[in-house]
């Protein structure tokens, strides 16, 4: 499980809302493989995950967009290889190929935490939000 805490908060209200939200997703997954939940429920906590991570990705760009922050295209770039990653243990558990385990679920839940707190900081730090 993994537990919101101020140090993931970049002062900016739709932003920190929605990743708040993400980690409620990964917490319901995590719940879901802690409960033992079928292949079929355990499928759709990862897609739905995904899904969020993918809007919220574009909320974030545009938002890094609209105040002229430099590195986005370097965050585009990572953005886009959590989807990548993360889309292809979905493609792989869905097919029989990949058992959903602590060392997936990690992955997502290090880069999740990692990637708020040291590249979305970057942006609250240009926009003059981060604490």
């Known amino acids: 499980m993994i537990k919101w805490t ?3 908060k970049m002062n900016i209200p739709e932003i920190d809302k929605e990743h708040y939200s993400l980690f409620e997703k990964l917490n319901e997954f995590y719940q ?3 409960d033992g939940s079928s292949k079929e429920r355990l499928g759709q906590l990862i897609k739905g995950l995904l899904d969020y991570a993918k809007d919220h990705f574009s909320n974030e760009e545009k938002y890094m967009e609209s105040i002229g ?3 986005l ?3 585009r770039e990572e953005h886009e290889a959590f989807i990548k990653k ?3 243990f979905y ?4 097919s029989g190929k ?3 385990s602590l060392e997936v679920t990690n992955f997502i839940k290090e880069w999740i935490t990692h990637h708020i707190k040291s590249e979305d900081k970057q942006y609250a730090i240009f926009a003059g939000t981060a604490e």
């Open 32 to 34: 879901g493989l802690e």
């Open 73 to 75: 295209d370097k965050h």
């Open 91 to 94: 493609d792989k558990y869905q």
């Open 69 to 71: 922050f430099p590195g």
């Open 6 to 8: 101020p140090e993931y």
């Open 98 to 100: 990949l058992i959903l």
């Open 86 to 88: 993360a889309s292809e």
